[in-house]
């Protein structure tokens, strides 16, 4: 057994792709209407359907918003440098709502960000990220 993929309801199809695929690098695996039931289903992803899981974006037609209740918690998507994704992710016009910084109670480094429709998207921070002076340049190298 393994994991497939996570339905989530969109209110504007075409927002939520951008969002996914344009702030977030994943990619469209496909798409399919499906004018009998009125809804279209895209699955967009990191990786194939095959070995990956994915998210399935369900739109349904004439439908511009959901409540989103409380049970539903988010998703979680490792990143290698939490601060330059979040910094991007805000300079193209995403939502942060928690800037990068260790989780309460622990030390792992999160974030959150919002997508258009008010589902939360927590970044983790993946690898070790090199220190102010690691990136600088040394005398020898300029």
């Keep these: 057994m393994r994991l497939l993929h996570t339905m989530l309801r969109v209110g504007d199809l075409d927002r939520s792709l951008k969002f996914y695929c344009e702030l977030l690098g994943m990619t469209l695996l496909r798409k399919k209407d499906y004018p009998g ?11 194939d359907e095959s070995d990956h ?11 511009d918003h959901y409540s989103l209740g409380d049970a539903y918690g988010h998703i979680a998507i490792g990143v290698d440098d939490i601060y330059a994704t979040c910094k991007e992710i805000g300079d193209r016009g995403g939502k942060v709502t928690r800037q990068p910084g260790p989780m309460k109670h622990g030390s792992t480094v999160i974030a959150f960000v919002e997508d258009p429709d008010g589902y939360k998207v927590e970044l983790i921070q993946q690898k070790a990220i090199a220190t102010a002076s690691e990136k600088a340049p040394s005398a020898a190298t300029v």
């Design 37 to 47: 039931g009125e809804f279209t289903l895209a699955f967009i992803g990191y990786g």
């Design 53 to 63: 899981t994915v998210i399935e974006l369900t739109y349904n037609w004439g439908k």
